[in-house]
């Protein structure tokens, strides 16, 4: 098992350089056709641009929009610079820099891999390497270090995983983790109780996954967000075209959210669950990145809607190398019946993974831009706009 375990952390390294250079299905659950009445698309509407300064390594593996006491800010990641920075979302300015304090009494020690926004005073920092949680103030200063959540559960759970396409959300005191790893007993999700310190992996995987070894940057993936106003947990696995929900009462529900783009039958490489995965390593990369498969799922308050992000297949004479699984992506939009309304094929200069909702739309990183000038951070601002089928 710790083999295994060496690989899959091989195999998120992996994952993680090329992005930035579950219910079960028995007969209780209820099954919904996806068609929409009314068919919708993304629209580019505007556009902004905020100010970097020399400090700021961009792009960050995490950002978050805020609303507090009629101001409204962006808040990200500068963790090279062992910071979090704070924007005003009016005027697109730096107003301020939290910095992690790193020794002594409230250190944390070690550089973070990512941070959970509740708000300036509950940050909580994220360590990939270590499964380590810690919580910070607006001041950097250490509150309080969790350790290694999933200790207790040693080789038998996912890994946790937390980045701005496998997000957390935080419900009733305890903060609901995205995972990768999913073959390890089985389980998706990581719920960490902030009151009792205990730890779940709560959810099943579907039925997909008994058809063989899904292994990948991909397909075992599990990818939630949370609708606070009808108290709804939406999950989206990376080799499911079902996306599931659970409400309040513990209801479970799925709905078909289909990419036109992927095959109707998304397979693994293999059925053989006891195969070495390093051995096929290349093949299994191949194998997602010719067939396609699904990454973040969000939530949009303002416009109640659903975002499926899609990463669709790349044609096999195109092929030649795993990070291209990310060459074109799509979004699906769900509305708030969890009927799919349309699927948007993301322009090749936007970075699908780089992006924040408010109330003005969905705010998508403009990677050409920054590469055009790195003093500026831009982003596309698309809603969705409907017309009658």
Same mark, same amino acid.
């Given at each position: 098992?710790?083999?295994?375990?060496?690989?899959?952390?091989?195999?998120?390294?992996?994952?993680?350089?090329?992005?930035?250079?579950?219910?079960?299905?028995?007969?209780?659950?209820?099954?919904?056709?996806?068609?929409?009445? $009314?068919?919708? =698309?993304?629209?580019?509407?505007?556009?902004?641009?905020?100010? &970097?300064?020399?400090?700021?390594?961009?792009?960050?593996?995490?950002?978050?929009?805020?609303?507090?006491?009629?101001?409204?800010?962006?808040?990200?990641?500068?963790?090279? #610079? +062992?910071?979090?920075? %704070?924007?005003?979302?009016?005027?697109?300015?730096?107003?301020?820099?939290?910095?992690?304090?790193?020794?002594?009494?409230?250190? %944390?020690?070690?550089?973070?891999?990512?941070?959970?926004?509740?708000?300036?005073?509950?940050?909580?920092?994220?360590?990939?390497?270590?499964? $380590?949680? %810690?919580?910070?103030?607006?001041?950097?200063?250490?509150?309080?270090?969790?350790? *290694?959540?999933?200790?207790?559960?040693?080789? *038998? @759970?996912?890994?946790?995983?937390?980045?701005?396409? &496998?997000?957390?959300?935080?419900?009733?005191?305890?903060?609901?983790?995205?995972?990768?790893?999913?073959?390890?007993?089985?389980? !998706?999700?990581?719920?960490? *109780?902030?009151?009792?310190?205990?730890? /779940?992996?709560?959810?099943?995987?579907?039925?997909?996954?008994?058809?063989?070894?899904?292994?990948?940057?991909?397909? /075992?993936?599990?990818?939630?967000?949370?609708?606070?106003? =009808?108290?709804?947990?939406?999950?989206?696995?990376?080799?499911?075209? +079902?996306?599931?929900?659970?409400?309040?009462?513990?209801?479970?529900? $799925?709905?078909?959210?289909?990419?036109?783009?992927?095959?109707?039958?998304? $397979?693994?490489?293999?059925? /053989?669950?006891?195969? *070495? !995965?390093?051995?096929?390593?290349?093949?299994?990369?191949?194998?997602? @990145? &010719?067939?396609?498969?699904?990454?973040?799922?969000?939530?949009?308050?303002?416009? #109640? %809607?659903?975002?499926?992000?899609?990463?669709?297949?790349?044609?096999?004479?195109?092929?030649? !190398? @795993?990070?291209?699984?990310?060459?074109?992506?799509?979004?699906?939009?769900?509305?708030? #019946?969890?009927?799919? !309304?349309?699927?948007?094929?993301?322009?090749?200069?936007?970075?699908?993974?780089?992006?924040?909702?408010?109330?003005?739309?969905?705010?998508?990183?403009?990677?050409?831009?920054?590469?055009?000038?790195? /003093?500026? @951070? #831009?982003?596309?601002?698309?809603?969705?706009?409907?017309?009658?089928?």
């Amino acid at each position: 098992m710790p083999q295994i375990r060496n690989i899959l952390n091989f195999m998120l390294i992996v994952y993680m350089w090329f992005l930035f250079s579950g219910c079960t299905t028995n007969n209780s659950k209820e099954t919904f056709n996806s068609k929409s009445t $009314r068919k919708g =698309n993304l629209e580019l509407v505007d556009e902004e641009a905020y100010l &970097l300064d020399s400090m700021c390594k961009f792009p960050p593996f995490t950002l978050y929009y805020h609303a507090k006491n009629d101001m409204e800010y962006l808040i990200l990641d500068n963790f090279s #610079n +062992w910071s979090i920075e %704070v924007y005003n979302y009016e005027t697109k300015m730096k107003i301020n820099n939290i910095s992690i304090n790193r020794e002594g009494p409230n250190g %944390v020690k070690q550089s973070p891999s990512s941070f959970y926004f509740h708000n300036f005073d509950s940050i909580f920092l994220f360590f990939n390497n270590g499964q $380590r949680l %810690v919580l910070i103030n607006d001041q950097g200063e250490l509150l309080k270090d969790f350790g *290694d959540i999933n200790l207790s559960y040693n080789n *038998d @759970a996912p890994l946790t995983h937390l980045d701005n396409s &496998l997000p957390a959300f935080l419900k009733d005191d305890k903060i609901y983790f995205s995972t990768y790893s999913l073959e390890h007993g089985q389980k !998706a999700g990581t719920v960490f *109780d902030l009151t009792t310190l205990k730890v /779940d992996h709560p959810y099943n995987l579907p039925e997909i996954y008994e058809n063989g070894f899904w292994f990948g940057v991909v397909y /075992d993936k599990y990818h939630h967000d949370y609708n606070e106003f =009808n108290k709804l947990i939406i999950q989206s696995y990376g080799n499911d075209h +079902w996306i599931y929900t659970i409400n309040e009462k513990g209801k479970k529900d $799925r709905y078909l959210a289909k990419s036109k783009y992927l095959p109707l039958n998304i $397979r693994p490489y293999t059925t /053989d669950k006891g195969v *070495d !995965a390093m051995s096929i390593e290349p093949y299994l990369y191949r194998n997602e @990145a &010719l067939q396609g498969g699904y990454s973040t799922i969000k939530y949009d308050p303002w416009q #109640n %809607v659903y975002y499926r992000f899609v990463l669709t297949p790349i044609p096999e004479e195109e092929y030649g !190398a @795993a990070q291209q699984i990310w060459d074109y992506p799509s979004i699906i939009i769900l509305n708030e #019946n969890m009927e799919v !309304a349309g699927e948007f094929v993301l322009p090749e200069e936007y970075s699908y993974h780089i992006f924040y909702i408010s109330p003005k739309g969905l705010h998508i990183f403009n990677e050409k831009k920054y590469h055009e000038n790195d /003093d500026l @951070a #831009n982003f596309g601002i698309f809603k969705i706009k409907y017309s009658n089928l």
